[in-house]
Structures are given as structure tokens and as C-alpha cells.
């Protein structure tokens, strides 16, 4: 009889389960057009992680705004950007002159919208470029110090159930002198230009070589690994309920051998730190620099990659839109991030529907299991891709493994939830399993070199969905 009970057990378990799953579905399909349910089922849905985030556009304009008052900044009057000294200069004001003359509580609410896209309304401002240069605005007050913006984005991901954050922390930082080797700059972009690409790598080991030489190297890497260690620790970022990892990120508009210089410190911290977990590149795609070196920094990070096999990375690819460049330049930058640099993870790839034999390719990264970071809403605003003009169905038909991410929620004052959201009202042909599927895939094909934490991770989302289709109404 024992053993009769036994076996009833052991098999009604995962019948059970599978029946809570089942009902989280047919709710999902329910509520699918009612947003204010949708809202209520995605914000209290476990969602792992969170990897495509930059650390810099994902704190919120207000306690920005409200630390360059406190420290008393200069803020600029016409582009509403702060600094920390501009005595002297027209147009600059301290916020204790602005509040001793009573303006600087109707000049909030505009400095808001010039840092973020509050209140954004076509025709007010491009959206791309509003984006794009709200970072340069607000920067001063927030590397200032960063322990507020790290705290905030731990607690507000543990409020909307996110377990896991793989942020793009910090450019590099270093006082390593290469102005003796900007002469290859020129040479470097010339045999990119004739697609000699064995040449630029063998220039690259040259290059590497005297990089290497110069003495402050080790000290810059040294340097970078420890400030985030002693922030995170000291902070005591991880916990039971909430992890979070850094990518190192490089600024694409640098000139080559300065950009290579960051690559290669930034793989080498990669290579030396748990707590940074990959590499990444960063700066608008379009920019003039982007475009006239893509594929020299993507031959970068093949070197790179060679040096370092161990150290995963990141790429922003394809986050192009019709219009914005040349026709020809939507072709090949997602292919050349993929077969070139050998990226690990493609971030936003929303122009694959124009890129040279797009079905290969899409077969390519579904075969090597190539994830692709989708960021809705900033496509959304930036880029003015959206419903069945987003990729998101192409990628999803050739089974590649998709993402959800934030991009910037505090620019794009946005969240976690809402991405979620808009998933399941605009892609009806997601169903809950598959988006389940992705919630899992934002801890699976993340960077996180522990097995161990990652797998503490797995099974403590397994149990926050157990625990979260038991509440379904």
C-alpha cells in the first residue's frame, strides 16, 4: 500500500504543477487586451533578470535632480545640464541662486523633461537625439557618488520581482598614456577600409604589445576591478533576494587605439573580477565614429577574444532604424557583430529584417544559440519601431532565444513590468510558456561565471513561479 502511495505521489506532483501553469495561461489570454490586469499579472510575475541595462540611464531624473541641488551645481539655463563648476560663465546659474530668486521650483519640472522623457510629446524635441544627449546633462550629479543609484535599482528591482541585474557599470577608467601610438590610428582605419582584415590583426598584436609595456596598465586594471568590489561589498548588493553583476563598457566614438586601449583593459578586469561579468560598447550606433569604424571594433573584439576566450561580451547591433542612415548601412552590422567579434549576446538587433541574407543568419544564431536582448520601449522611443514593424516575431519564428530588458528605465522612465506588458499585449502569439521561456533565459544566458550563484538563481525563480501560479486567480 505504502508503495501505491508512493507512486500516486510521485506522479501528481508535476501533474499538479503542470495544472498551476496551465491556469496562469488561460488567465494570461483572459486579461490579454485589459492592461490594468495585464499590469497586475506581469508586476507581481517573477522576471529573473534584467541584462541589458546601463547602469547610467536607468536611475531616475528626480533624485538626480535633487542631489545637484543639494551639492549646489551650476545648472545651464538653455540646455539644462549641470556642472559642478561654471563660475563666471553666461547662462550658468548655482541652484541657491535659482531658489534665492524663487525660479527654481517652475524650472525643475523642465530640467525633469530635458533629463528623461517625461511630458514627451512629438515635435517637442527629436526623440533620439532628446536620448541621447539627456546622459551628458545629469552625468555630474551622478558620478558623484554612486551608492544611492546602486540602492535604488536593488530596491526597486526587488519590489517588481526581479532577482538579477547585469548592468553596464562604468567606462573604463585609467591614466595610460598612448598618445605615442596614435599614429597607428590612421593605419588601422585604412586597412579596415580594404577589409584586410588579417592585416588590422596583426597591427592589433603590435599594438597590444606596447599597450601592454606601458606601466600604468596593471595599476588601471587593478584600479577598476577594486572600485566596484569595495562598492558592491560595501553596499552589500547581494542578499537572498537580489543579485547583480557589471559589464565593463567602452565608448565607441574614441579614436582606435584609444577605444583598443579600453578593450583590452576591460577584458583583462573581465578576466580577473567575478563581479565583472562581461564586456560591452556603448554610444549611439549611428554615430560618425560607429559607422566609420564598426568594422575595425569589431575585429577588436575578436582579438580580444582570442586573448582572452574565457571573458563573454555583449554587443549593440543592429539598433538602426530606416531613415536614420544610409539604406546600405542596415546591412551588415548585426552579421559582422556575430561572425566577426564572435559577440555572445546581441543588444536590440532590430534592423536583421535588412541585413544581407538575413534567413542565414537568423539560422546561424539559432543554431549557436545566440541570444538577442529585445528592449521595447526604447525601440519604441528612440527608433520608432514598434508593433509588427519590431523584429521581435522574425527572431521569434527561427527560435532564436529572446530577452527582456530595460535598456535605460530611468531616461525611458520605464520598468521591467512594463516590457512585459507590452510583450503580451502587442505579441499575442507569445503565449505564457514562452514567455516564461524567456524570464528563465534572462538567468541562463546570462554572464554570471559562478555555476553555483546562477544556479541559486534558477532554482529560486522555480519557486517564485510556483509560488506565483498559486495565486492566480
Partial sequence: MKYLLAFILLFSIPICLRAQEQKAAQYLQKIRNNEAELTAFMAQMP???????????????????????????????????????????????????????GSLAGMKNEIIRRWSVKDYYPGFYPSDQLFFESFDKYLPALNEEYAPGMLELKNRAIAENVSYIETMFSPVYSNVNIQDLSTYDSELRSLANLSNKQGVLDLLEIVYSKVLQKESMNQAIIWNNSFIQRLHDSLKIDDERFTMRYQKYVLRFKNPVDLFKDIVISFMAADQSKLIAGVNMVAPEHGENSMKDYRLHMLMFQF?????????????????????VAPESLTWHIGEAIHTAKANRI???????????????????SKQKIPVE????SNRFILQIKEDKHPIQLYHQFKIPLLISTDDAGVLRTSLTEQYVLLAKSYPFFSYAHIKEMVFNSLDYSFIQEPEVKQKLRQDLEKRFKEFEARIP
Fill in 347 to 365: 543588444g536590440h538587433g532590430v534592423d536583421i529584417p535588412y541585413e544581407k541574407n538575413s534567413y542565414d543568419l537568423l539560422r546561424y544564431m
Fill in 374 to 377: 529585445m528592449n521595447l520601449v
Fill in 47 to 101: 522576471k529573473g533578470g534584467d541584462l541589458h541595462h546601463h547602469f547610467s540611464g536607468s536611475i531616475y531624473a528626480e533624485p538626480l535632480l535633487e542631489k545637484a541641488i543639494k551639492l549646489d551645481y551650476y545648472v545651464n539655463l538653455e540646455t539644462k545640464a549641470v556642472a559642478k563648476d561654471q563660475a563666471g560663465k553666461p547662462n550658468w546659474k548655482r541652484f541657491s541662486e535659482l531658489s534665492s530668486e
Fill in 304 to 324: 580580444c577574444h582570442q586573448k582572452f576566450p574565457r571573458v563573454k561580451y555583449s554587443l549593440h547591433a543592429g539598433e538602426l532604424a530606416m531613415g536614420q
